[in-house]
């Protein structure tokens, strides 16, 4: 069973850091897109960032660029999300997915198939 977990979120003063984690069980996200979500509330849910597993490709929402950093570990199947810089327009639900990099662009909902339940972040 497929399972996408998220972790690391909490709250934080504006300008303090957090690093989010994405890890799989049950899959591994060779040669996957992963990307990470946000949506808070009233709001749609927005691409953030975005990893090709097995290249050094990322993608990363000209919101954060400069801010975030969006990393994996193949050894723990883990992809990561640095947040460094918070503001509290950052304050969201964040989400990690992953699904085929042919399935779409990176900042589409369709082109991934697997979703966590995400992760509470919040900046004051």
């Known amino acids: 069973h497929v399972q996408l977990v998220e972790s690391g979120g909490g709250s934080v003063q504006a300008g303090g850091s957090l690093r989010l984690s994405c890890a799989a069980s049950g899959y591994t996200f060779s040669s996957d897109r992963v990307g990470w979500f946000r949506q808070a509330p009233g709001k749609e849910r927005e691409g953030v960032a975005a990893?090709?597993?097995?290249?050094?490709?990322?993608s990363i929402a000209d919101s954060v660029k400069g801010r975030f950093t969006i990393s994996e570990d193949n050894a723990k199947n883990t992809v990561y999300l640095q947040m460094d810089s918070l503001k509290a327009e950052d304050t969201a639900m964040y989400y990690c997915?992953?699904?085929?990099?042919?399935?779409?662009?990176?900042?589409?909902?369709?082109?991934?198939?697997?979703w966590g339940r995400g992760t509470q972040v919040t900046v004051s």
């Open positions: 997915a992953s699904g085929s990099p042919y399935g779409g662009g990176w900042r589409e909902e369709y082109a991934y198939s697997y």
């Open positions: 990893i090709l597993i097995g290249g050094e490709v990322t």
